[in-house]
């Protein structure tokens, strides 16, 4: 191993919690292990066209949302805070509904009632029930990492259950033999987002054990020295 | 028709689409709506379920008659209207957090009234609210209707809470691995209590 790699272990090791913490994309990813942004997930996302119509609801939405309301609660009373985020979200959802029937049309049908369904969605106004306010440029940053982190689960559990429901992607054909009809139902998708969540929660965990035996490794190495 | 068959007629109207947004329709197995909060809740044990329920009942019972009317009044907005909905029903949803909180300032001790402000803002602020006065203004409901389907939609919600704590004794066991603790098995097993209910109703509802 050589020194730059050393150094990354050895940050990864020393920080390990406070990473945890802020990631948003594969140790902390807001749907995996935090559980929010389900229902959208769980109904709406059976094709890869679906996804891509609530990824751009969600990318026009969640930061928008997050940095005016952290904007606006600085004077506010903490329980008040849920009504400001989901007031912010439903004026901003006008524009975002909008754009999406001008770039998607009647497909938007599709998506049925997840869309409006966003401006309430715990991914988009979690942030409320949290004590302390937020800063403007945290607020940003989170929202882009957590938007990240949720297209990319969403269009993962999409192209799955398009894939095992349709044997389709993004509507062409790809297999012939449907393996599993129930995908595209409420059960299928969260079995199958249940079943990913479980692959994660061990590939995050196989992680952190990882750096933690790599972290030993270079320890020996330096006690041996 | 009578008056007490016209009487009988609504209660069997309203115990009808309540009954049905419990069971065949329900918030969580059959639309997923508040299943985030509800996988949160089951992990909490500083929210009471019994509170956390009031509330949200409380709630969508004074706020969902208001976006009745609301929906109403929007119809000569045409296309627009779609797109106003979430604000004005979320200003409905407001009236009936501040009359709640209103109430509850009011009426409860001083206890009780710390834990119902502190889960109020989640009961209110919840798919499972807006997701009932969306689908009553979409599919057209009467007002009776309305006013069952949210009754049976809260109720229905509770009952999935309390079947998903419920279950939490079990699904805590050393047999299930550890990859699978927590949100993992938690939404298998509602999965299977979907596939249940998909098996009873024998259809998909239209999203």
Known sequence: MNERKKARVRYCANNMERLTQRDRIFLNNPVMIQGLGLAPIVIAATTM???TILAVAVILLLTPTRVIAALLTRGTYFRFRGLTYSLVAATLYIGVGWVCIALFG???????LYLPLLVVEPIIIKRHERNQKEHVRTAFKKG???????????????????????????????????????????????????????????????????????????EAEGQQK | MTASTMVLKALGTFFLYAVVAMFAQNAVFSRALGVSRLV??????????????????????????????????????????PLVRPLIFVLCSGIGFFVVLFFIATVLKQVDAKNAIAALPMATFNCSVLGT?????????????????????????????????EAQRKLQSRAVP??????PITLIYIGVLALAIYGFTGHMLAI
């Not at chain 1, 079995?191 to 990882?210: D, E, H, V």
């Not at chain 2, 969508?60 to 045409?78: E, K």
Request: aromatic share 12%.
């Open chain 1, 49 to 51: 066209k679906n996804a």
């Open chain 1, 106 to 112: 009647q497909d938007i049908q599709a998506v049925g």
């Open chain 1, 144 to 218: 882009i990492f957590t938007t990240i982190g949720f297209l990319l689960v969403l269009f993962f559990v999409a192209g799955a259950r398009e894939l095992m429901a349709f044997g389709t992607l993004y509507g062409k054909t790809v297999l012939t033999v449907i393996a599993v009809p129930v995908a595209q139902y409420a059960s299928g998708g969260f079995i199958i987002l249940g079943l990913l969540a479980a692959l994660w929660r061990f590939a995050t965990n196989a992680f952190k054990k990882n750096i933690n035996i790599k972290m030993k490794k270079i």
């Open chain 2, 40 to 81: 949160k809740m089951v992990d909490d044990p500083t929210i009471d379920t019994f509170i956390f329920g009031a509330m949200l009942t409380a709630v969508q019972l004074i706020s969902t008659p208001l976006a009745w009317y609301a929906n109403l009044l929007m119809a000569p907005l045409g296309s627009w209207r």
């Open chain 2, 133 to 165: 006065m969306l689908i009553a203004a979409t599919q057209n409901f009467t007002l009776l209707q309305t006013m069952g389907f949210a009754l049976g939609s809260s109720a229905g919600y509770v009952l999935a809470v309390m079947v998903a704590t």
């Open chain 2, 178 to 183: 550890a990859c699978f603790k927590g949100l």
